[in-house]
């Protein structure tokens, strides 16, 4: 029975596809068949690197400029909505639209440049 691509796995190829069925789902998932998921543990070091940024340079531009970016970008999709035909479009605008109800845009903005320092 063939084996799955990835290195180190001994699982079987799920159907045709090279990959066994765990990390098939990976790939659809995550595009790319050995990256896992980020847990908050895994972002844990970066956000506190950047909540330590803050608290160094509070007075920055950057950080209003974010929470005001924020601010609009909810303000202007409450009101109308961005209109597409790609339905992606529109379950991202939609989650955002609820983590807006749920987070600050300051939190929003500490993550996403976690995320891209990790
Ligand atoms: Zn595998």
């Known amino acids: 029975m063939p084996r799955c691509r990835v290195n180190g796995c001994a699982n079987a190829r799920a159907g045709h596809s090279h990959l066994c069925s765990k990390h098939r ?3 659809r998932r995550q595009s790319h068949e050995e990256q896992r998921t ?3 543990a895994d972002l844990k070091p970066f956000i506190e690197m950047v909540q330590a940024r803050i608290a160094k340079q509070p007075d ?6 974010c929470d005001q970016r924020w601010e609009v970008l909810i303000r ?3 009101s109308q909505p961005p ?3 790609f339905r992606f479009v529109r379950a991202s605008t939609n989650e955002l639209l609820q983590l807006a109800n749920t987070v600050s845009g300051r939190d929003v903005a500490i993550t996403v440049i976690a995320m891209y320092l990790l």
């Open 76 to 78: 202007d999709w409450r």
């Open 83 to 85: 209109k597409t035909i």
């Open 60 to 65: 920055a531009k950057l950080w209003s400029i």
């Open 38 to 40: 980020v847990s908050k």
């Open 25 to 27: 789902s990976r790939k």
